[in-house]
């Protein structure tokens, strides 16, 4: 993974989506132009730590944790998204949306965060 130019937070073929600011608010209406996927509040409001999402991917999916492992770029990126607030996040998400390889990486990151309270 080679990092995105101009921004030390946004790793590549990393972990993305294409989001907006009117999604801090969990019951603001979605459109189209809003979002390409249709549920990204499990990422902007999780409530779990770098390492419960980390050992969520390990366990639901090693293949893509040794890619996160691999890559000091995104585990940095992982580290300060799960550090940041809902409105932060949806920045680092905006940041890093255009990425090559970011809707590979949607549903890896989504599971993540949508099941690391379980660990």
Request: neutral net charge; aromatic residues 6%; contains cysteine.
């Given at each position: 993974?080679?990092?995105?130019?101009?921004?030390?937070?946004?790793?590549?073929?990393?972990?993305?989506?294409?989001?907006?600011?009117?999604e801090?608010?969990?019951?603001?209406?979605?459109?189209?132009?809003?979002?390409?996927?249709?549920?990204?509040?499990?990422?902007?409001?999780?409530?779990?730590?770098?390492?419960?999402?980390?050992?969520?991917?390990?366990?639901?999916?090693?293949?893509?944790?040794?890619?996160?492992?691999?890559?000091?770029?995104?585990?940095?990126?992982?580290?300060?998204?799960?550090?940041?607030?809902?409105?932060?996040?949806?920045?680092?998400?905006?940041?890093?949306?255009?990425?090559p390889?970011?809707d590979?990486?949607?549903?890896?990151?989504?599971?993540?965060?949508?099941?690391?309270?379980?660990?």
């Amino acid at each position: 993974m080679a990092a995105h130019s101009g921004n030390r937070a946004a790793p590549t073929r990393g972990l993305a989506t294409s989001v907006t600011a009117t999604e801090t608010s969990p019951s603001a209406p979605q459109t189209s132009a809003q979002l390409r996927h249709p549920d990204i509040s499990p990422m902007i409001y999780t409530t779990c730590t770098f390492d419960q999402a980390m050992r969520a991917v390990h366990a639901e999916n090693p293949e893509a944790a040794r890619y996160i492992d691999a890559s000091p770029p995104n585990l940095q990126f992982l580290r300060q998204f799960m550090a940041s607030t809902p409105d932060q996040r949806v920045r680092l998400l905006n940041a890093i949306k255009d990425n090559p390889g970011a809707d590979n990486a949607l549903a890896v990151f989504t599971q993540m965060m949508t099941t690391c309270v379980n660990y």
